[in-house]
């Protein structure tokens, strides 16, 4: 009997040592705030820019026939997961070995050249035609993770894993063209031709996503208050493309001299607001078929559909916003 009631008095204290010992180490609130740079880790083709595919294309142009011939070409690959983040985070302390954290995440992909295509007349160095477009992305998301760590007091390692779920995003591609031509219907003097300038800016939405984020890391205790803290960080965030908005748009058009590149004559031009609905819009869908508002043809001025008034459709893309990176900054605890 007196074993017995040793024992339960050595189980009491052992597990009030253990309730005190808990107590050291109380549930605490903190607040981190980091900035870091993310690369590319799985660098995958980019996609279309309207109907021209992710090339850098070289060509001469024979001034009198018209006949292209191709010089090189190049498949243009890269990643939107490559660039700066800052982020601010809420986290909780359950014990001294598990945290929970929620993220908010800001983050700007460095530009990507997406397509080009120079055309080059023969003989004479001049660009017959150029289109070039360079699209980089904005994206706001929201990262749940939990966190595991020895809990040491001083210099405390940790590994971190959770989901990412993008709040809001954008691509966005800004197009430069120029194109020389003889339009029909436009007489021209000798040695001239239309010389049509066009600056684009297009703005593509995703559709709702989530991915995926883990890190190894360590915070540094400097104060009582205040820890430093260094990490490297994987995330993969597929996006796929919901819809597509033509922002900004301006032409003109101006007769010149092939030689020299003086301009002769204004022509008219057109601005975003001449654009019809479906060359300012599109819905991205994951067939085109017969009841696909798709182009049926183009002229000098403008392309045609089976619809003007109505969106556009074009293939859905995929991009990935996700990479390896590294983050530093400063946790702040309550």
Same mark, same amino acid.
């Given at each position: 009997?007196?074993?017995?009631?040793?024992?339960?008095?050595?189980?009491?204290?052992?597990?009030?040592?253990?309730?005190?010992?808990?107590?050291?180490?109380?549930?605490?609130?903190?607040?981190?705030?980091?900035?870091?740079?993310?690369?590319?880790?799985?660098?995958?083709?980019?996609?279309?820019?309207?109907?021209?595919?992710?090339?850098?294309?070289?060509?001469?142009?024979?001034?009198?026939?018209?006949?292209?011939?191709?010089?090189?070409?190049?498949?243009?690959?890269?990643?939107?997961?490559?660039?700066?983040?800052?982020?601010?985070?809420?986290?909780?302390?359950?014990?001294?070995?598990?945290?929970?954290?929620?993220? $908010?995440?800001?983050?700007?992909?460095?530009?990507?050249?997406?397509?080009?295509?120079?055309?080059? $007349?023969?003989?004479?160095? *001049?660009?017959?035609?150029?289109?070039?477009?360079?699209?980089?992305?904005?994206?706001?998301?929201?990262?749940?993770?939990?966190?595991?760590?020895?809990?040491? !007091?001083?210099?405390?390692?940790?590994?971190? $894993?959770?989901?990412?779920?993008?709040?809001?995003? *954008?691509?966005?591609? !800004?197009?430069?063209?120029?194109?020389?031509?003889?339009?029909?219907?436009?007489?021209?003097?000798?040695?001239?031709?239309?010389?049509?300038?066009?600056?684009?800016?297009?703005?593509?939405?995703?559709?709702?996503?989530?991915?995926?984020?883990?890190?190894?890391?360590?915070?540094?205790?400097?104060?009582?208050?205040?820890?430093? $803290?260094?990490?490297? !960080?994987?995330?993969?965030?597929?996006?796929?493309?919901? !819809?597509?908005?033509?922002?900004?748009?301006?032409?003109?058009?101006?007769?010149? #001299?092939?030689?020299?590149?003086?301009? &002769?004559?204004?022509?008219?031009?057109?601005?975003?607001?001449?654009?019809?609905?479906?060359?300012?819009?599109?819905?991205?869908?994951?067939? &085109?078929?017969?009841?696909?508002?798709?182009?049926?043809?183009?002229?000098?001025?403008?392309?045609?559909? *089976?619809?003007?008034?109505?969106?556009?459709?074009?293939?859905?893309?995929?991009?990935?916003?996700?990479?390896?990176? &590294? #983050?530093?900054?400063?946790?702040?605890?309550?």
């Amino acid at each position: 009997m007196n074993r017995m009631y040793h024992a339960i008095l050595g189980m009491a204290a052992l597990l009030l040592a253990q309730g005190v010992q808990a107590q050291n180490f109380p549930k605490k609130m903190y607040l981190k705030v980091a900035g870091g740079y993310f690369f590319s880790v799985s660098p995958g083709q980019f996609p279309d820019v309207g109907p021209y595919p992710p090339r850098d294309i070289r060509n001469t142009v024979n001034p009198a026939t018209g006949a292209v011939t191709e010089v090189s070409e190049r498949v243009l690959t890269g990643s939107y997961g490559e660039g700066l983040r800052g982020g601010l985070t809420v986290g909780y302390n359950i014990n001294k070995h598990v945290a929970i954290e929620g993220t $908010f995440n800001y983050f700007h992909s460095q530009e990507n050249l997406m397509t080009r295509n120079v055309s080059v $007349f023969d003989g004479l160095n *001049k660009d017959a035609a150029r289109i070039e477009s360079d699209g980089h992305v904005n994206a706001i998301d929201f990262a749940p993770s939990l966190v595991l760590s020895p809990g040491y !007091e001083k210099f405390n390692p940790y590994v971190r $894993f959770g989901f990412v779920v993008p709040l809001w995003g *954008k691509l966005i591609i !800004e197009t430069e063209a120029m194109r020389m031509s003889r339009p029909a219907g436009v007489p021209l003097p000798a040695g001239t031709m239309v010389k049509t300038d066009i600056m684009r800016t297009e703005e593509i939405k995703p559709n709702p996503t989530f991915g995926f984020q883990g890190a190894m890391g360590f915070n540094y205790n400097v104060s009582r208050r205040i820890d430093i $803290f260094a990490e490297a !960080e994987y995330r993969n965030v597929p996006v796929r493309s919901k !819809e597509k908005e033509v922002t900004k748009y301006s032409e003109t058009n101006n007769v010149v #001299n092939v030689q020299s590149g003086e301009v &002769l004559q204004q022509l008219p031009g057109r601005g975003i607001n001449d654009l019809s609905h479906a060359e300012r819009y599109t819905t991205y869908v994951t067939v &085109l078929d017969e009841n696909s508002n798709t182009p049926t043809g183009s002229t000098e001025a403008q392309t045609n559909y *089976k619809n003007d008034n109505a969106p556009a459709n074009d293939l859905k893309s995929y991009i990935n916003i996700g990479g390896l990176g &590294l #983050n530093a900054g400063v946790r702040i605890k309550f």
